[in-house]
């Protein structure tokens, strides 16, 4: 059965940092087996420094400038490709891996902003919807199931990445860098 995501209406031109009228209504979308082309969300994503200052997430929290910048940069990272929590600390210069793995916790703008491709630096699955691993190795209490990164390694073998039954990364070249 596939998962309903709600997400906001927008048009591409709004995603593309035209000007243009957006609808903050939500509505349903059907997230499918098939790998989504993220270009294709029809997701509100402010670009400009005005709508990144008045935006509010559907929690009516507002995004700081360093989960601005995680999101901006996630954005970035090609499908069937990931990177390290880590790495994109070093990128932009600030904040830790924890700080990091917060933002993309927290990510109002999922899959627009594809926080699935982000592993920890020992290239292990790392953490997907506030669980960390999978199975025997799930920490985060008995609330962890393991499911989501489960989750998680479903969504990238989708895209051709793979891990092992231990859920570290199968092949390194694979591991995506890009440097501010």
Same mark, same amino acid.
């Given at each position: 059965?596939?998962?309903?995501?709600?997400?906001?209406?927008?048009? =591409?031109?709004?995603?593309?940092?035209?000007?243009?009228?957006?609808?903050? *209504?939500?509505?349903? @979308?059907?997230? !499918?087996?098939?790998?989504? #082309?993220?270009?294709?969300?029809?997701?509100?994503?402010?670009?400009?420094? =005005?709508?990144?200052?008045?935006? =509010? $997430?559907? /929690?009516? =929290?507002? !995004?700081?400038?360093?989960?601005? *910048?995680?999101? /901006?940069? $996630?954005?970035?990272?090609?499908?069937?490709?990931?990177?390290?929590?880590?790495? +994109?600390?070093?990128?932009?210069?600030? &904040?830790?891996?924890?700080? @990091?793995?917060?933002?993309?916790? #927290?990510?109002?703008?999922?899959?627009?902003?594809?926080?699935?491709?982000? +592993?920890?630096?020992?290239?292990? +699955? %790392?953490?997907?919807? &506030?669980?960390?691993?999978?199975?025997? #190795?799930?920490?985060?209490?008995?609330? #962890?199931?393991?499911?989501?990164?489960?989750?998680?390694?479903?969504?990238? *073998?989708?895209?051709? !990445?793979?891990?092992?039954?231990?859920?570290?990364?199968? /092949?390194?070249?694979?591991?995506?860098?890009?440097? %501010?």
């Amino acid at each position: 059965m596939p998962a309903i995501r709600t997400q906001l209406r927008s048009t =591409k031109a709004a995603i593309d940092g035209h000007e243009t009228t957006t609808s903050r *209504a939500s509505t349903l @979308v059907v997230v !499918v087996d098939e790998m989504q #082309n993220l270009a294709d969300c029809k997701m509100h994503y402010p670009l400009g420094e =005005k709508d990144r200052n008045t935006f =509010k $997430t559907q /929690d009516g =929290k507002r !995004v700081t400038p360093h989960q601005w *910048a995680v999101y /901006d940069f $996630t954005r970035t990272i090609p499908c069937g490709r990931v990177t390290t929590y880590k790495d +994109i600390c070093v990128a932009l210069g600030q &904040g830790s891996p924890r700080s @990091v793995g917060s933002a993309l916790r #927290n990510n109002p703008f999922a899959p627009f902003v594809p926080c699935h491709r982000i +592993i920890a630096s020992n290239l292990y +699955i %790392g953490g997907f919807f &506030g669980e960390w691993g999978t199975g025997a #190795n799930a920490r985060g209490g008995q609330k #962890n199931t393991g499911l989501q990164c489960n989750r998680k390694m479903e969504m990238l *073998a989708k895209e051709g !990445v793979t891990f092992s039954a231990e859920g570290y990364l199968e /092949d390194e070249s694979l591991l995506w860098i890009r440097r %501010g």
